[in-house]
Structure formats: structure tokens, C-alpha cells
């Protein structure tokens, strides 16, 4: 029997708006709440189980701050047990001896922790909350006391792009196990730093620089909401005559660049499915929707599994099945999210097609 090509591997669940900081660059432009309609334990567990029938992805524990939700640790034992993997992404300012202690009897298996400066300064002026950078520190060392393992996730801008070596200098003191580096998508409160934005040019020579670091970094770095990435990584490699293989470049040799609608969704606080939470379509809900008729069923996932939909040169372009364009950000700047990627300095090759 063949395995379907689109199958779940990422969940990114926001299970609740509710966060104590106030970051700049906010998809969800979360502050505190309460936040009405939010989903109930009952709710969440049965869209567990229903995500389980498709498969085993990661469900990725978000918000907000999800430690703010006051069942947060009975919905990961549960996806546990169903043997789901379970991580979760909080601030790390609200981690404390007991948190670690719970998370690792909940079986959460890998948290994210953002730094997006190497100093409370520059971090703190990102996160709108003075101490906050040393609140993620602690958390931090409490997760490695503990022995969970840990990541961290940056989010580029021209405000903090000369911090980047710095914070992955810094991931790497710490112990952590992967740096994550996020493009900015000018969605939610992060409109308000569309204007700080990379350009086009310094997108392309701040992924040549990542992939520089991937060659000898002592942790995983992957580029997110950054597809041109698995576009430079394939270019790099034949102009060093490497072939792209799992064994050459692990788990950059079989990922695509823009996962939304394809191997990755989202949930929001209130059920509505997404392809990611930047690209806020609604594709279902899971209060009216069994999960798994959304995912096989909604038209706008069909229409981002479909390459010979997309459009301008991105729908030309031979790297499609690797790449794809951020679809939020053409979302965003055209109002189509089958548009060309606007940040991309690629040009196809004359009538080439992935």
C-alpha cells in the first residue's frame, strides 16, 4: 500500500492566547488575557486523539505562553501516552523547579526557549518586559538541571541581525541542542516591524551565512520561515560538488521550505486550522470538524499541495518541491497565498518547473 505524501509531522497548537510578555514582533499580538472561547480540556483531548489516526507528528505546545494554561500538563501526558511526540514553547520566564518536574513526567520531550539578543538589552527591548531575558536564562538552567533537552529559537530583523552570531554563540554555551532562526512575517504585532524587515539581499546573505554555520555547527541549526534556505543549501552543495543525501546534510536533505498545508498546521486558541499560524486562513474548525477532514479535505491545503498552482516564478521555478516561498509572506504582501514569494532574489531557470 503506498504512504500518502501528505501526512502530519508538525502541529503547532496555540493552546491559549494568554502570555505574560509583550513581544514586539508577535504573530498572535498575545498579551494577558483571559481570552474567551478558548478551547476546552474535553475539546483538546478529543482533537488529540483525532490527530493521532493520521499519524505521529510532533505536537508543538504554544500560545501565548502555555504555561499559563492550567491543564497544559495533563493535555501533553495524554498526547504522550497516545504516543504522540510532545514539545512545548514557552518564554521560560515562568519555568521553575516544579515545572521541569512536571514536564518531565508528562513526557514533554524538547522545549523551545526564544532569544532574540545575546544581552537583557537587546532582548528585553524585542520582549517589552525588563528581566525577561534573564527569566529565559533561568529557565534555561533549570531545563538543563533537569535534563530536558532545549533549543533556541531567534527571530530575525534588522534590529538584532548583527546579534545572530552572538545568540548562536550564546545556544551553544548553553547547551542547547538546535538554534532555530526565524525570517520575520510581518503578521500580528510584527506589523509594526514590517519596515525592519530584511531585504531581499540581506535575506540571501544572511542564509549563505547559516549555511556557512551548518558545516561545523556542534548543534542542529535550521532555518524556519526562511524556504530560500533548502534553495542556497542545494546551490552551496554543487558548487562544493556535494550531493544533497540525509548522510551529507541530515534532515535538511529531505525537509521542504514552506511545510504549511503540507507536513505542518496549526491550532489556534479557539480551533480554527491553519497552514501556519502567520498565514491565518481559516481551513476548518475542530469544534465543528473532525481534524482529520480538515487536514485531507480543506480546499486551501489541497491548493498548497498542488505546485502547479502557484504563481509568478515561484510557480516556474524548479526548486517548488523544496522551497515553495514563504506563502504567509506572499499572503501578506499580495493577498494571495498562491502569489510568488515578494523576499526572493532567485530567478528560474527560462521554462523550468520543479
Not at 497548537?13 to 488575557?33: D, I, M, P, S
Amino acid at each position: 500500500m503506498k504512504r500518502p505524501e501528505f501526512v502530519p509531522r508538525l502541529v503547532a497548537w496555540e493552546v491559549t492566547r494568554n502570555c505574560n510578555l509583550n513581544c514586539v514582533h508577535c504573530r498572535a499580538a498575545a498579551t494577558r488575557g483571559p481570552y474567551e472561547g478558548e478551547l476546552s480540556t474535553e475539546e483538546c483531548l478529543r482533537v488529540l486523539r483525532e490527530i493521532r489516526e493520521l499519524g505521529q507528528p510532533v505536537i508543538i505546545l504554544t500560545g501565548g505562553e502555555p504555561l499559563l494554561r492550567p491543564d497544559i500538563f495533563e493535555l501533553a501526558s495524554y498526547g504522550t501516552e497516545l504516543g504522540l511526540r510532545m514539545v512545548m514553547a514557552p518564554n521560560g520566564t515562568l519555568i521553575t523547579e516544579e515545572v521541569t518536574e512536571k514536564m518531565k513526567a508528562s513526557g514533554i520531550q524538547r522545549v523551545s526557549i526564544s532569544l532574540d539578543g545575546a544581552t537583557a538589552e537587546a532582548h528585553d527591548s524585542f520582549r517589552k518586559m525588563p528581566g525577561a531575558f534573564e527569566g529565559a536564562l533561568r529557565g534555561i538552567r533549570l531545563l538543563k538541571e533537569a535534563g530536558i533537552p532545549f533549543q533556541i529559537n531567534t527571530t530575525i530583523t534588522e534590529i538584532n541581525l548583527a546579534e545572530i552570531p552572538k545568540v548562536f554563540e550564546l545556544a551553544v554555551s548553553l547547551g542547547a541542542v538546535a538554534h532555530h532562526i526565524f525570517l520575520l512575517v510581518p503578521t500580528g504585532r510584527g506589523k509594526e516591524l514590517a519596515h525592519q524587515a530584511l531585504s531581499a539581499a540581506k535575506y540571501e546573505e544572511t542564509l549563505n551565512w547559516f549555511y556557512e554555520q551548518s558545516k561545523n555547527a556542534p548543534l542542529h541549526i535550521k532555518a524556519t520561515c526562511a524556504p530560500h534556505y533548502y534553495r542556497i543549501l542545494r546551490e552551496r552543495a554543487r558548487e562544493e560538488g556535494l550531493e544533497v543525501t540525509p548522510e551529507t546534510h541530515g534532515l535538511d536533505a529531505v525537509t521542504r521550505g514552506c511545510l504549511g498545508g503540507i507536513g505542518f498546521c496549526f491550532i489556534s486558541h479557539r480551533g480554527q486550522v491553519q497552514p501556519c499560524g502567520y498565514l491565518e486562513l481559516d481551513c476548518g474548525n475542530v469544534r465543528q470538524s473532525h481534524f482529520g477532514e480538515i487536514w485531507r479535505h480543506s480546499e486551501v491545503f489541497l491548493n498548497l499541495r498542488n505546485f502547479k498552482a502557484y504563481k509568478g516564478k515561484c510557480g516556474r521555478c524548479e526548486y517548488i518541491r523544496v522551497c515553495g516561498g514563504c506563502r504567509a509572506r506572499a499572503y501578506e504582501m499580495s493577498g494571495d497565498y498562491l502569489a510568488e514569494e515578494p523576499l526572493c532574489l532567485y530567478q528560474p531557470r527560462k521554462g523550468a518547473r520543479g
